[in-house]
């Protein structure tokens, strides 16, 4: 494999030029005894339990074919290993108390430089030798063990160390609208307002796994439909996005969309869907707004529940809060027809659906409806209000103490960490909200 590695190794005319090369093909400028090497030396370091030292072959094997391998690898069109091999080899070197300073510091540089440039790689992977050089940060072990080409004559103003973006994710075809983690941290899911797609992120290697479309610019190509965003169930099993005029639900591993919502179907007009929400406590129940009304769907039943404020609401987004065993559904609006000013609803999930609490209201015209976004235990929830009272930069974050015993069961404190001075008690039917309510502020720069 020392003999084969080299710059260019199949003769490619174009530094940019990533031609479909055949196994055949690429058996004629790289072996297949050097091919295994490339994809399984570290495995073999990490199975014979060795040692790694500096001036060792694997510290030499590094310092002289860095980009040699990730060229081959990007020919091979094995890219998206690379990550994977590269934390393999960190991790053998950490469980042998390797204590050699050069090379135990390689791994981190590679794998910072590979993150960032993982969608290069395979796609031009003779750019390694340019692009990949020069934009790395001066100090880095990598830079340092090779030459920048001579063809370069524009001097660049390059960082010294790294900055804090440790992976570039690239794909969309125009602006990213939102992302989200699985609960797992596996996957990465994004939304593209332009190219209408969901894309699926392995967010070890930086691979996009699956391309989810949105169908809606299929059906009426005048109509660029817009995304708020997309999110997983807490089983990580379900993707669910919010398009202007549909809902999707598909499976994070198959691709296949499960369920479609459209106001033909729902049997409604609408402006344009907002929000979309799984629930924390289970995987089978998901929230979506659409101007003054909120539908919740169970997917054991395949059937929805319709919670609904008077018709100078316009919610914005919502969120489930499961209290004991009563669940409620925290939602934020707006009212433009009135004074637009901000509101955050609660809705119990009971037989009476009609029935909602206002909690918290902005009277101050805030430019937006209040976002809003809930702790996976229920126990504490965040509000950008965005208005003139409360302006940009700040979050309001709100604690929740459940109440359990007595009378008030299944009931709701929230307040500021001991300031706890009852202001209200509010009844809805079978379950009971007790709103003691103050604010912690946070201010970001």
């Known amino acids: 494999m020392d003999e084969e590695l080299r710059e260019n190794m199949c003769n490619l005319d174009i ?38 030292e500096d001036g060792g072959p694997e510290h030499e094997f590094l310092q002289k074919h860095f980009l040699h391998w990730l060229e081959a690898l990007g020919l091979m069109g094995r890219a ?71 063809w370069i004559k524009i001097p660049t103003t390059i960082a010294k160390d790294w900055g804090s973006c440790r992976q570039v994710l690239e794909g969309h075809s125009s602006h990213v609208n939102s992302v989200d983690f699985s609960p797992d941290s596996s996957l990465l899911i994004s939304t593209g307002s332009s190219d209408e797609t969901v894309r699926l992120w392995h967010t070890e290697s930086g691979k996009c796994i699956r391309i989810l479309q949105s169908g809606i610019g299929n059906r009426d190509p005048e109509k660029i439909s817009w995304s708020p965003g997309a999110v997983f169930s807490h089983d990580s099993k379900l993707v669910a996005s919010c398009w202007s005029s549909a809902v999707r639900v598909w499976s994070a591993e198959s691709g296949i ?88 609803t609660i809705f119990p999930l009971s037989a009476q659906p009609e029935e909602w609490i206002e909690f918290i209201h902005w009277p101050d015209h805030p430019r937006h409806a209040p976002l809003l976004a809930v702790l996976p235990n229920s126990m504490l929830f965040a509000i950008i209000a965005d208005s003139t009272d409360h302006g940009d930069g700040v979050v309001d974050m709100w604690r929740i103490a ?3 015993g007595g009378e008030n069961e299944g009931a709701i404190s929230i307040s500021k960490d001991a300031q706890v001075e009852p202001v209200c008690k509010l009844e809805l039917g079978p379950a009971t909200l007790a709103g003691v309510f103050s604010r912690v502020s946070a201010r970001f720069a």
Request: glycine share 6%; proline share 6%.
């Open 15 to 52: 530094p940019g030029d990533h031609p479909e090369i055949s196994r055949e093909t690429m058996g004629n400028f790289l072996s297949p005894s050097a091919q295994y090497s490339c994809q399984y030396w570290v495995y073999h370091l990490r199975e014979r339990g060795g040692t790694a």
């Open 402 to 404: 459940p109440r359990f």
């Open 80 to 150: 998206w290993e690379v990550t994977g091999l590269i934390l393999m080899l960190k991790s053998v070197l950490n469980i042998t108390g390797n204590k050699s300073v050069e090379l135990s510091g390689f791994p981190d540089d590679a794998l910072r430089l590979v993150q960032r440039n993982i969608a290069l790689i395979n796609s031009a992977p003779l750019q390694v030798y340019s692009s990949l050089l020069l934009f790395a940060p001066e100090s880095i072990r990598v830079r340092l063990s090779f030459m920048m080409p001579n």
């Open 257 to 344: 969309c499960v369920k479609e919502f459209t106001y033909p179907e729902l049997g409604f007009e609408g402006s344009g869907f907002q929000s979309v929400h799984f629930s924390h406590n289970s995987p089978t129940k998901l929230a979506f707004c659409t101007g003054n009304k909120i539908l919740v769907w169970f997917a054991e039943t395949d059937s929805c529940q319709t919670l609904q404020a008077n018709e100078t609401y316009s919610f914005q987004s919502a969120a489930f809060l499961q209290v004991g065993d009563s669940t409620f559904v925290i939602a934020s609006a707006i009212q433009p027809e009135v004074d637009s000013s901000g509101l955050i």
